[in-house]
């Protein structure tokens, strides 16, 4: 296991994200909406683990497979869902920069839970402050394990969905995969 590191916003970010969409783009874009560029990596000013996380978002959960299929051609060898519904993961091929890939049908949750903490996180500064000095001081107390790292993010993550109107019964969906025994 690698030990977990968050740096300072890179302002490269954003470009990084950028040109892992220019290479996946023109094999998705007739099935699919979006290429997002999620996680702690989209938000200006955000420390961050080093790997930029993108979801392709299609229309339907059909679409998927296509989805799939197509970014094999591209070297990302489909992992599942990892445990999380509504999102399917992809190991990326050995080209940089860092990142995590996944596929998300429009109406998935964890779709909706990126796109909402990336959005609130992106116009509450004083929130994103306070996040990133959790993620700093965890990734210091659990540099070496993954799963108390995001445990630890999770009242924090779960109190930005509450904030943003996100119903009890999608925020107990994702409390029960945040908190999901390993």
């Given at each position: 296991m690698a030990k977990i590191t968050v740096v300072d916003y890179d302002p490269?970010?954003?470009t990084a994200f950028e040109a892992v969409r220019a290479r996946?783009?023109?094999?998705?874009?007739?099935i699919a909406i979006a290429v997002e560029h999620v996680g702690s990596t989209s938000?200006?000013?955000?420390p961050a683990k080093p790997i930029i996380?993108?979801?392709?978002?299609?229309?339907?959960?059909?679409a998927v497979v296509v989805a799939i299929e197509r970014l094999s051609t591209l070297g990302y060898q489909h992992l599942g869902n990892l445990g999380i519904e509504g999102r399917e993961a992809f190991a990326s091929p050995n080209m940089p920069p860092r990142h995590h890939l996944y596929v998300c049908p429009s109406d998935s949750l964890?779709?909706?839970?990126?796109?909402?903490?990336?959005e609130h996180?992106?116009?509450?500064?004083?929130?994103?402050?306070?996040?990133?000095?959790?993620?700093?001081?965890?990734?210091?107390?659990?540099?070496?394990?993954i799963d108390s790292y995001?445990?630890?993010?999770?009242?924090?993550?779960l109190g930005i969905l509450r904030t943003a109107g996100l119903s009890t019964t999608d925020i107990e969906t994702i409390e029960?995969?945040?908190?999901r025994p390993v």
């Amino acid at each position: 296991m690698a030990k977990i590191t968050v740096v300072d916003y890179d302002p490269t970010w954003p470009t990084a994200f950028e040109a892992v969409r220019a290479r996946v783009w023109p094999v998705v874009s007739d099935i699919a909406i979006a290429v997002e560029h999620v996680g702690s990596t989209s938000v200006p000013g955000l420390p961050a683990k080093p790997i930029i996380d993108i979801s392709v978002v299609v229309p339907t959960g059909a679409a998927v497979v296509v989805a799939i299929e197509r970014l094999s051609t591209l070297g990302y060898q489909h992992l599942g869902n990892l445990g999380i519904e509504g999102r399917e993961a992809f190991a990326s091929p050995n080209m940089p920069p860092r990142h995590h890939l996944y596929v998300c049908p429009s109406d998935s949750l964890a779709l909706k839970n990126h796109l909402i903490v990336r959005e609130h996180l992106r116009a509450h500064v004083e929130a994103a402050t306070a996040y990133g000095a959790l993620k700093r001081h965890l990734a210091e107390q659990f540099s070496e394990d993954i799963d108390s790292y995001t445990e630890g993010k999770s009242d924090t993550l779960l109190g930005i969905l509450r904030t943003a109107g996100l119903s009890t019964t999608d925020i107990e969906t994702i409390e029960r995969i945040n908190r999901r025994p390993v």
